[in-house]
Structures are given as C-alpha cells and as structure tokens.
Nanobody
C-alpha cells in the first residue's frame, strides 16, 4: 500500500495562485499514473489532472490553460500548479496514485483549497 500526503492548500483570492504537492511513501518511478481530483461540497469527486509514467498529461476542460501537473520521481512527488484561480475551484483536492500490474489505487487525505471572490 502506498501512502500519499498532500500539502499546499489554503485560502487565496480569485486570480491568485497555489501549488499543491503530494509526496508518496515510496518511489513513484514505476507508478502507472498519478493525478489530482477534487470534491466540492455537495458534488461528486471529479478529475482535475493526471500524468502518466511517460509524462503524458490530461486535464479537465475547466482547468486547461490554468493548471499544470508535473511529477518529480527523484522526490517521489507530484505537483499541481494552479494559476488564475476562480471561486469555482474551491474544493478539497485529493492526490491519487495508480501502480502495479493490477493498477492498485491509493488516495491522500485531501487538502482544502478555498478561493474567495
């Protein structure tokens, strides 16, 4: 089992930026994919961005051009750079890792991002 710990959330004004970090308990080099998801109050968890082992990225339409996902396997860390934040980006952001031949699934505990309008 892989443990994931997120950090970097907080309160920011609309138009501002935040960078989220997610550190894994073991090497991420062989992870199939890592990603960020978010869940706003009263809504289902949704995909924000993913990055594969070969660096391919995928973004939700709502964040394209504003958010950037990256990974540093030497630090066992995946990042989410969030720019031009909007009130609608307010949510708890969760880190996800998929690994192994069975594509096992691990989640972090979540970090709150609040954007004030």
């Amino acid at each position: 089992q892989v443990q994931l710990v997120e950090s970097g959330g907080g309160l920011v004004q609309a138009g501002g930026s935040l960078r989220l970090s997610c550190v894994a308990s073991r090497s991420t080099f062989s992870f199939n994919a890592m990603g960020w998801y978010r869940q706003a109050p009263g809504k289902q968890r949704e995909l924000v961005a993913t990055i594969s082992s070969d660096g391919r990225t995928n973004y939700a339409d709502s964040v394209k051009g504003r958010f950037t996902i990256s990974r540093d396997n030497a630090k066992n860390t995946v990042y989410l750079q969030m720019n031009s934040l909007k009130f609608g980006d307010t949510a708890v952001y969760y880190c996800n890792a998929r690994y192994g031949i069975l594509w096992s699934d691990s989640w972090g505990q979540g970090t709150q991002v609040t954007v004030s309008s």
